[in-house]
């Protein structure tokens, strides 16, 4: 088998404006790529995090489904952002009131510690220390 590792995550969006801008501030990422694909009908934009991650944002034009995001449905369960050590989740924690996300303040788990939020169309997301090395 080859080595890989993730290129990058695409999450559909209501509204690519909104979530780029709340992407942005919630990861201090930046643009690197933007447009529309008219034999899909979507728009896009690709965000780049500071520790290197590549997070495309995607608006379709014919979405199928307003009904809000679900971890129980089959697809996304939630997706995770790594950060080195418990101080890290705490400003993690600081950064999410500044901006007025709701979250679920520091759970201990027993592969790490963790805070779950959720995006403007309720993906859910977490930042997460992982103290179990695989």
């Known amino acids: 088998m080859p080595a890989y590792t993730i290129s990058h995550i695409d999450l559909s969006v209501s509204?690519?404006?909104?979530?780029?801008?709340?992407?942005?501030?919630?990861?201090?990422?930046?643009?690197?790529?933007?447009?529309?694909?008219?034999?899909?009908k979507f728009a896009y934009c690709y965000l780049k995090t500071p520790g290197g991650a590549l997070l495309g944002l995607i608006q379709h034009a014919d979405q199928e489904d307003a009904s809000p995001?679900?971890?129980r449905r089959t697809g996304l369960d939630h997706l995770s952002f790594a950060v080195r050590d418990l101080e890290e989740l705490r400003r993690c924690a600081q950064?999410?009131?500044?901006?007025?996300?709701?979250?679920?303040g520091i759970v201990h788990q027993p592969t790490?510690?963790?805070?779950?939020?959720r995006d403007p169309d309720g993906i859910q997301l977490e930042f997460y220390h992982l103290t179990v090395r695989p």
């Open 15 to 40: 509204d690519l404006d909104r979530s780029e801008a709340w992407y942005r501030a919630l990861l201090d990422a930046t643009p690197v790529l933007a447009g529309t694909n008219d034999e899909y």
């Open 69 to 71: 995001f679900s971890p």
């Open 112 to 117: 790490g510690d963790a805070i779950a939020f």
């Open 95 to 104: 950064h999410l009131d500044t901006l007025g996300v709701p979250h679920s």
